[in-house]
């Protein structure tokens, strides 16, 4: 994996783990890349001082000062490992609305990766993603990996979702995007690849039930042979050059929502990373394909990451 070069790894509190560490070292190693540090501080500068300034003489000041001065040893401690292995380490301590700060420092500095951890749910089964992962994986433009704590140092299995549409040009960039990192995740680690894509026949529980357009059984079902013949060709189609480039290959095409569809698929496999898209077309900017893959998120037990079609634009500026 060539890909990334200027990766940002965001070490909050409630999200930092080995794993992520370690997934950052490797990436960094693999690419030739450098990392930069950060964590936020949900105040704008000076603000602290002013909620402190009814402290007597300049103590105000100095409460601030601390706070980012243990902020910055904090951020000292966590880059001593990555240091130690030969990475060009930087290190910066944000100020103000975490992912709104986290997405300037992107649009700033180029980086072309967000490295997170993602706080685990106590009384769920489920991650659980905070809002600023949430805003995130919406408008963060570009890729977002959110790193579940895992006991395994490797994965042993990655899963690609993806809609291809060749007649699409931005998703069908975007399915390549999802295909080369999944490809190139599941070679480093020698995982199973698991690529999965939802069809169905829109209308069909209309053309089924309905007294006013109601087919007849033979014909619903040529309509959906059609319908999944197409999608069949359509996979075949964004599949066929990475055969060979994984482990062991594995392609899904199942009939049913890709809300229900991926969730279900990626629990029953014991999937540890789903590579998926966030954003279905450039003009909306930080919207999720309905409540497709908010609706995947809240149900998946595994670590995310999340691509952007080509020429998406954050709406933070």
């Given at each position: 994996?060539?890909?990334?070069?200027?990766?940002?790894?965001?070490?909050?509190?409630?999200?930092?783990?080995?794993?992520?560490?370690?997934?950052?070292?490797?990436?960094?190693?693999?690419?030739?890349?450098?990392?930069?540090?950060?964590?936020?501080?949900?105040?704008?500068?000076?603000?602290?001082?002013?909620?402190?300034?009814?402290?007597?003489?300049s103590r105000a000041h100095d409460v601030e000062f601390a706070v980012l001065e243990f902020q910055r040893e904090r951020l000292a401690s966590i880059a001593g490992p990555i240091l130690s292995e030969g990475i060009e380490v930087g290190q910066n301590v944000l100020q103000g609305v975490p992912f709104v700060e986290i997405i300037r420092k992107v649009l700033r500095d180029g980086n072309d990766l967000v490295l997170k951890g993602a706080p685990a749910d106590p009384e769920g089964p489920f991650p659980l993603f905070a809002s600023t992962d949430m805003h995130l994986l919406r408008k963060c433009p570009c890729p977002v990996w959110l790193m579940k704590k895992s006991r395994r140092r490797r994965f042993a299995r990655i899963l690609a979702a993806v809609d291809?549409?060749?007649?699409?040009?931005?998703?069908?960039?975007?399915?390549?995007?999802?295909?080369?990192?999944?490809?190139?995740?599941?070679?480093?680690?020698?995982?199973?690849?698991?690529?999965?894509?939802?069809?169905?026949?829109?209308?069909?529980?209309?053309?089924?039930?309905?007294?006013?357009?109601?087919?007849?059984?033979?014909?619903?079902?040529?309509?959906?042979?059609?319908?999944?013949?197409?999608?069949?060709?359509?996979?075949?189609?964004?599949?066929?050059?990475?055969?060979?480039?994984?482990?062991?290959?594995?392609?899904?095409?199942?009939?049913?929502?890709?809300?229900?569809?991926?969730?279900?698929?990626?629990?029953?496999?014991?999937?540890?990373?789903?590579?998926?898209?966030?954003?279905a077309r450039t003009g909306i900017s930080g919207l999720f394909i309905g409540n497709t893959a908010e609706a995947i998120l809240n149900h998946v037990n595994c670590s995310i990451m999340a691509v952007k079609p080509p020429g998406f634009e954050t709406p933070v500026q």
């Open positions: 994996m060539k890909r990334f070069k200027n990766i940002l790894l965001v070490c909050d509190e409630d999200g930092l783990h080995d794993d992520l560490i370690g997934r950052a070292i490797w990436l960094a190693k693999s690419n030739g890349a450098r990392i930069e540090i950060v964590d936020t501080i949900s105040a704008a500068p000076g603000e602290l001082a002013r909620l402190y300034g009814a402290l007597p003489g291809p549409d060749p007649d699409d040009r931005q998703r069908d960039s975007m399915n390549t995007v999802i295909m080369d990192l999944a490809t190139s995740l599941a070679a480093r680690d020698e995982a199973e690849l698991h690529v999965v894509n939802a069809w169905r026949l829109e209308g069909e529980s209309t053309l089924r039930h309905s007294g006013f357009a109601r087919v007849a059984e033979e014909e619903l079902d040529r309509l959906l042979e059609d319908r999944r013949t197409q999608s069949e060709g359509k996979l075949d189609a964004l599949v066929g050059p990475y055969e060979g480039l994984a482990k062991n290959l594995r392609v899904h095409l199942v009939k049913g929502e890709a809300k229900d569809v991926v969730p279900s698929l990626a629990n029953n496999q014991r999937t540890d990373l789903i590579v998926m898209g966030t954003v």
